[in-house]
Structure formats: structure tokens, C-alpha cells
């Protein structure tokens, strides 16, 4: 994301922004998933109960959609991860040149 008319301070700053957008989301699924998996059992009692819409199987559907949520939000999780950490490439590079020299090293002795 280059905009031409910022100062680095300022694209930088952007960065930051993007970045702790990210984590932000992150923690966000974090809590909302974890508070979806621990009360999904209260919510159904609380709720609804077998008898109240004359058909249990509708029971199981609250389930799918918990773990549909899940998963869904982990793809847009991804993606958002994706586009804002995006130098995969770069990180890679550095990654393979570290063990490289750790294993010249190793072997050097």
C-alpha cells in the first residue's frame, strides 16, 4: 500500500495502524469464539428447548452454525493476516538464510 503523496512517517504510521487492526480482529476471534464454544450448550437451554420449535434436528443447525462461524472467520482471518503482514516472501528469505548459517556453522566446527 504505497500512496505516493505521504511522508514515510506517515506510511509507516499506516503500517502500525494495519498491524494493530489485525491484532485486534485477532483477539476478537479469540474471545468471541472461545465465549461461542463455552455457552453454546446455555444458549440452546436458555433459548430454545427440543419441544419449543417441534423439531430437535434444529438443535444440531446451532451447532453447525458455531463451528460454521469458526471457520468462516478463519478463512476472512487469513486473508486480513494475508493483506496486512503480506512480505511472506521476504520473511522466507530471512528464514533460510538464518539456517543456513546455523548449519555452516554446525558444521564448521
Known amino acids: 500500500m504505497k500512496i505516493p503523496n505521504l511522508s514515510k512517517y506517515e506510511r509507516a504510521q499506516l503500517k502500525v495502524d494495519s498491524i494493530r487492526g489485525f491484532y485486534n480482529h485477532l483477539s476478537l476471534f479469540v474471545i468471541v469464539n472461545i465465549l461461542l464454544y463455552l ?3 446455555k444458549f ?18 446451532i451447532d453447525w452454525n458455531v463451528f460454521g462461524t469458526t471457520i468462516i472467520w478463519s478463512v476472512v482471518l487469513i486473508v486480513h493476516a494475508i ?19 546455523k548449519y555452516m556453522n554446525e558444521n564448521a566446527d
Open 83 to 101: 493483506t496486512v503482514l503480506g512480505n511472506f516472501k521476504q520473511f522466507r528469505k530471512e528464514w533460510e538464510e538464518r539456517h543456513i548459517q
Open 39 to 41: 455457552l453454546r450448550d
Open 44 to 61: 440452546t437451554f436458555i433459548i430454545l428447548n427440543e419441544g419449543a420449535l417441534g423439531n430437535p434436528k434444529f438443535l444440531e443447525w
